[in-house]
T-cell receptor, first 115, second 115 residues
Framework: ETGVTQTPRHLVMGMTNKKSLKCEQHLGHNAMYWYKQSAKKPLELMFVYSLEERVENNSVPSRFSPECPNSSHLFLHLHTLQPEDSALYLC??????????????FGPGTRLTVL | AQSVSQHNHHVILSEAASLELGCNYSYGGTVNLFWYVQYPGQHLQLLLKYFSGDPLVKGIKGFEAEFIKSKFSFNLRKPSVQWSDTAEYFCAVNAQGNAGNMLTFGGGTRLMVKP
């Protein structure tokens, strides 16, 4: 595997379910990100982690809970979601967060549908 | 806070036509600017970026972009498009020196190139 991978690629869940999205990067990077891509809205940054520490939580509801156990893995734990949370969730990584012009490498995304 | 506007949501061109996609940003400080592209069924990937030096930046696949500071613009250009350029194009910005390497994206422009 190379680059940034995400599982599952598609997820359908009810509002009372608990599920987790997984992201793994194989690039030796130290920073990882979660983005939300909704229909007709710009890509929105949700969380930033640098060396497993959260750098930014961009005013995301508590029903989204990130976890970064090491610099290669990032999870997004989901519980009691709303239908408006249906979106494509993208993971990205970069070398670090210190150099602001570093390229971010994106995964394929998880298409989430909340019923 | 930063914001990014991409005024053209959908663009349809014939092969060999010239392309210019608009991108304007709102931020008073020094910025890094990026264009990302998402080909059908593929990941978001970097097309080009500007962070300092020559304001005319050349990227992959014959694309270029010009940073015009006085106009807060970073328009993407290609002199002659190909069918394979059909994709969605995203402009993004972050503040130089910002902690977290946080990108703000525009809403994207869908380009369709007719063979």
């Amino acid at each position: 595997e190379t680059g940034v991978t995400q599982t599952p690629r598609h997820l359908v869940m009810g509002m009372t379910n608990k599920k987790s999205l997984k992201c793994e990067q194989h690039l030796g990077h130290n920073a990882m990100y979660w983005y939300k891509q909704s229909a007709k809205k710009p890509l929105e940054l949700m969380f930033v982690y640098s060396l497993e520490e959260r750098v930014e939580n961009n005013s995301v509801p508590s029903r989204f809970s990130p976890e970064c156990p090491n610099s290669s893995h990032l999870f997004l734990h989901l519980h009691t979601l709303q239908p408006e949370d249906s979106a494509l969730y993208l993971c990205a990584s970069s070398q670090d967060t210190q150099v602001s012009y570093n390229e971010q490498f994106f995964g394929p995304g998880t298409r989430l549908t909340v019923l | 806070a930063q914001s990014v506007s991409q005024h053209n949501h959908h663009v349809i061109l014939s092969e060999a036509a010239s392309l210019e996609l608009g991108c304007n940003y709102s931020y008073g400080g020094t910025v890094n600017l990026f264009w990302y592209v998402q080909y059908p069924g593929q990941h978001l990937q970097l097309l080009l970026k500007y962070f300092s030096g020559d304001p005319l930046v050349k990227g992959i696949k014959g694309f270029e972009a010009e940073f015009i500071k006085s106009k807060f613009s970073f328009n993407l250009r290609k002199p002659s498009v190909q069918w394979s350029d059909t994709a969605e194009y995203f402009c993004a910005v972050n503040a130089q020196g910002n902690a977290g390497n946080m990108l703000t994206f525009g809403g994207g422009t869908r380009l369709m190139v007719k063979p």
